[in-house]
């Protein structure tokens, strides 16, 4: 079953999903609401949905045809109109029933067709995203997403040291599980690391313990191999809702973004590389790149273009720091 697909404005940003209307009442997936910074999660047990926002529990069971909800410490329950839903790409829950339950505020545009939540989200409460650090200073941290591998990491590292360069490497756990050796390195010569998953999924589309999860099963693997916490976060694909921010955040970690993509992954040549690195870096600057090996091989553009960014970026009085340092005091 193939079912359309809109989109309905969070505190005004529009985040495209599927839907459909029962009884006149629009019905969203679940796992939606993780953009509204809900945390949702799926009861096996019990076959229910259960969303989690400030103090409020809200469940709905699959296929009934009411919710139950936690709130001063007293379970109590709503008969609903419409039946939540099991599809093959999630469960379908009410949008205005559960989004008033949780303190939101939904109003419907008829002029414009569009369905808007405001969240009533503290901004103070938001954790905060890096996309860069402090623009006065000549600094910028290279970075390198989804090793440790025994192929690029090694000639990257090489590079590195030919030059005196730190930098930040973000690992997936199942990486490091495969190569520890070369994630000891990383940190004997000098470098960050970062957690980059355990799986490199896209988090959106998990459920709000499969994100813990991932950043759990992650953090578990470089510590039991470098006796060290990370306290730096890369979403998989610069993927991410507000619950996720919100998850990743209560577990200690920053998130780190880019501002400068060399678009690398596409297999582009170290000329394009260098050119995207002139064109867009500024001080404060965070460059994304990647280390993994695949078949066939697509990062040798990576490796080649190394040099010439350092060349290129000292030149230009840049200095190279570790996104730690880089985002310090900010
Ligand atoms: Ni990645």
Same mark, same amino acid.
């Given at each position: 079953?193939?079912?359309?697909?809109?989109?309905?404005?969070?505190?005004?940003?529009?985040?495209?999903?599927?839907?459909?209307?029962?009884?006149?009442?629009?019905?969203?997936?679940?796992? &939606?609401?993780?953009?509204?910074?809900?945390?949702?999660?799926?009861?096996?047990?019990? =076959?229910?949905?259960?969303?989690?926002?400030?103090?409020?529990?809200?469940?709905?069971?699959?296929?009934?045809?009411?919710?139950?909800?936690?709130?001063?410490?007293?379970?109590?329950?709503?008969?609903?109109?419409?039946?939540?839903?099991?599809?093959?790409?999630?469960?379908?829950?009410?949008?205005?029933?559960?989004?008033?339950?949780?303190?939101?505020?939904?109003?419907?545009?008829?002029? =414009?067709?569009?369905?808007?939540?405001?969240?009533?989200?503290?901004?103070?409460?938001? !954790?905060?995203?890096?996309?860069?650090?402090? !623009?006065?200073?000549? @600094?910028?941290?290279?970075?390198?997403? #989804?090793?440790?591998?025994? &192929?690029?990491?090694?000639?990257?590292? #090489?590079?590195?040291?030919?030059?005196?360069?730190?930098?930040?490497? &973000?690992?997936?756990?199942?990486?490091?599980?495969?190569?520890?050796?070369?994630?000891?390195? $990383?940190?004997?010569?000098?470098?960050?690391?970062?957690?980059?998953?355990?799986?490199?999924?896209?988090?959106?589309?998990?459920?709000?313990?499969?994100?813990?999860?991932?950043?759990?099963?992650?953090?578990?693997?470089? #510590?039991?191999?470098?006796?060290?916490?990370?306290?730096?976060?890369?979403?998989? &694909?610069?993927?991410?809702?507000?619950?996720?921010? @919100?998850?990743?955040?209560?577990?200690?970690?920053?998130?780190?973004?880019?501002?400068?993509?060399?678009?690398?992954?596409?297999?582009?040549?170290?000329?394009?590389?260098?050119?995207?690195?002139? @064109?867009?870096?500024? !001080?404060?600057?965070? $460059?994304? =790149?990647?280390?993994?090996?695949?078949?066939?091989?697509?990062?040798?553009?990576?490796?080649?273009?190394?040099?010439?960014?350092?060349?290129?970026?000292?030149?230009?009085?840049?200095?190279?720091?570790?996104?730690?340092?880089?985002?310090?005091?900010?």
């Amino acid at each position: 079953m193939i079912l359309p697909q809109a989109p309905i404005y969070i505190d005004g940003q529009p985040v495209i999903t599927t839907y459909y209307l029962q009884n006149g009442y629009l019905m969203v997936p679940a796992l &939606f609401f993780k953009y509204t910074g809900v945390f949702v999660d799926w009861n096996v047990e019990n =076959q229910s949905v259960v969303l989690k926002r400030n103090n409020m529990i809200l469940t709905l069971p699959s296929g009934k045809k009411y919710a139950d909800y936690y709130v001063k410490d007293m379970w109590q329950r709503d008969l609903l109109p419409t039946i939540t839903t099991n599809f093959p790409d999630g469960t379908y829950i009410p949008l205005q029933y559960v989004s008033e339950k949780l303190g939101m505020t939904v109003s419907y545009h008829f002029k =414009q067709s569009r369905t808007y939540i405001v969240t009533n989200t503290p901004p103070s409460s938001i !954790p905060r995203i890096y996309y860069n650090g402090d !623009p006065s200073k000549k @600094r910028v941290a290279l970075t390198f997403d #989804d090793g440790p591998d025994n &192929f690029y990491t090694p000639q990257i590292l #090489d590079i590195l040291n030919d030059n005196g360069v730190t930098a930040t490497f &973000f690992v997936v756990g199942k990486q490091v599980k495969l190569f520890p050796q070369v994630l000891k390195r $990383i940190l004997q010569e000098g470098h960050e690391i970062g957690n980059h998953s355990w799986s490199h999924p896209e988090l959106p589309k998990l459920t709000t313990t499969q994100v813990i999860q991932e950043v759990q099963k992650a953090e578990l693997e470089i #510590d039991s191999i470098t006796g060290r916490k990370t306290v730096l976060f890369r979403p998989p &694909f610069g993927l991410f809702t507000n619950a996720d921010l @919100r998850t990743i955040d209560d577990l200690g970690h920053q998130i780190i973004m880019w501002s400068v993509d060399t678009l690398d992954w596409q297999g582009i040549s170290e000329e394009e590389i260098l050119s995207i690195v002139k @064109r867009d870096v500024s !001080p404060g600057a965070i $460059i994304l =790149q990647h280390a993994l090996l695949t078949a066939p091989r697509i990062l040798d553009g990576t490796v080649k273009a190394l040099p010439g960014i350092i060349d290129y970026l000292r030149k230009r009085g840049y200095t190279f720091v570790t996104v730690h340092t880089l985002i310090e005091g900010d």
